[in-house]
């Protein structure tokens, strides 16, 4: 009984292992932002470095390590900043591996007043590898999410492009390349700017350059403008039928053609009747 208790307890802990190794997310850990080689400790640089962390957390399978954790580490260790590395990724990856860090995310600022830029880099910390790198300009309309996204996340840095069509079996072109049919007709888009054509055999080709925000919907209202061959036609067809809703009924196309037919008919019925009763007085020799 205890054995089978044993075993039991025990595929329940290597569940919970798996389980844990499963859910298992990636460390990326925050050195404390820097101006001019030094840690700054401005209220600033406080608030910008809070909205990091955050973001940096909010990304999915990603947990944070904040950077007054790693600074505490740095101080244990007699260590300096990443500012002190000098560029050097191994150096950098060293600091990151202190703390646990599959990725360092370090960070420059610049600027003065309310408007700063902040150069931020991310290394990965077992190949000392740089994984990317972007700028951060607080307070110009820039969130702290995109800029993380950007770095750490850049095939998610999108936005959605969204088409109202007045024909639905218009073709679309963004930069060149055809986009799938979609029922909604949106689309994600890399974030910056695209050179849009909608075109149909029977319309102009309807030609635009368009922004996509991070985050955002862009919605743009296509206007087709009907081929000049193909408008006079339309024309002509409604024409037509102007006039025929205001001829008098006996002057109709299809009044003359049953007249025409009903005469015949007519025709046929009495030559039919003359001749069956025809009896010549005619005496043959």
């Given at each position: 009984?205890?054995?089978?208790?044993?075993?039991?307890a025990?595929?329940?802990?290597?569940?919970?292992a798996?389980?844990?190794e499963?859910?298992?997310?990636r460390?990326v850990?925050?050195?404390?932002?820097?101006t001019l080689?030094?840690?700054?400790?401005?209220?600033?640089a406080?608030?910008?470095?809070?909205q990091?962390?955050?973001?940096?957390?909010?990304?999915p399978?990603?947990?944070?390590?904040?950077?007054?954790q790693?600074?505490a580490?740095?101080?244990r260790?007699k260590?300096?900043?990443?500012?002190?590395?000098?560029?050097?990724?191994?150096?950098i990856?060293e600091?990151?591996?202190?703390?646990?860090?599959?990725?360092?995310?370090?960070?420059?600022?610049?600027?003065?007043?309310?408007?700063?830029?902040?150069?931020?880099?991310a290394?990965?910390?077992?190949?000392?590898?740089?994984?990317?790198?972007t700028?951060?300009?607080?307070?110009?309309?820039?969130?702290a999410?995109a800029?993380?996204?950007?770095?750490?996340?850049?095939?998610?840095?999108?936005?959605?492009?969204?088409?109202r069509?007045?024909?639905?079996?218009?073709?679309?072109?963004?930069?060149?390349?055809?986009?799938p049919?979609?029922?909604?007709g949106?689309?994600?888009?890399?974030?910056?700017?695209h050179?849009?054509?909608?075109t149909h055999?029977?319309v102009r080709?309807?030609?635009?350059?368009?922004?996509?925000?991070?985050g955002?919907?862009?919605?743009v209202?296509?206007?087709l403008?009907?081929?000049?061959v193909?408008?006079?036609?339309?024309e002509?067809?409604?024409?037509?039928?102007r006039?025929?809703?205001?001829r008098?009924?006996y002057?109709?196309?299809?009044?003359?053609?049953?007249?025409?037919?009903?005469?015949?008919?007519?025709a046929?019925?009495v030559?039919?009747?003359?001749?069956d009763n025809?009896?010549p007085?005619v005496?043959?020799?």
């Amino acid at each position: 009984m205890l054995s089978v208790a044993v075993a039991v307890a025990l595929a329940l802990a290597l569940t919970l292992a798996s389980s844990s190794e499963a859910l298992a997310q990636r460390l990326v850990a925050l050195a404390p932002l820097a101006t001019l080689g030094s840690e700054d400790t401005s209220q600033g640089a406080q608030a910008a470095t809070a909205q990091l962390e955050q973001a940096i957390a909010a990304l999915p399978g990603t947990s944070v390590v904040p950077a007054a954790q790693v600074a505490a580490a740095l101080r244990r260790g007699k260590r300096q900043g990443p500012a002190a590395c000098d560029g050097d990724l191994a150096c950098i990856a060293e600091l990151g591996r202190q703390v646990g860090a599959a990725v360092l995310v370090t960070g420059q600022l610049g600027g003065l007043g309310e408007a700063r830029v902040i150069y931020l880099g991310a290394v990965d910390t077992t190949t000392g590898k740089e994984l990317g790198s972007t700028t951060w300009s607080t307070g110009q309309g820039d969130s702290a999410a995109a800029a993380v996204v950007r770095l750490l996340a850049p095939a998610e840095y999108v936005g959605k492009l969204q088409l109202r069509l007045p024909i639905q079996s218009a073709v679309i072109y963004v930069n060149g390349r055809k986009l799938p049919a979609s029922a909604t007709g949106t689309h994600s888009l890399p974030v910056g700017t695209h050179a849009l054509r909608v075109t149909h055999p029977e319309v102009r080709d309807f030609v635009r350059f368009v922004d996509i925000s991070y985050g955002a919907v862009t919605q743009v209202d296509v206007v087709l403008t009907p081929l000049p061959v193909v408008q006079h036609d339309v024309e002509a067809r409604q024409a037509a039928a102007r006039a025929d809703s205001r001829r008098p009924w006996y002057r109709t196309w299809w009044a003359v053609a049953g007249g025409a037919g009903l005469a015949a008919v007519l025709a046929g019925v009495v030559t039919y009747s003359l001749a069956d009763n025809f009896d010549p007085d005619v005496t043959l020799p």
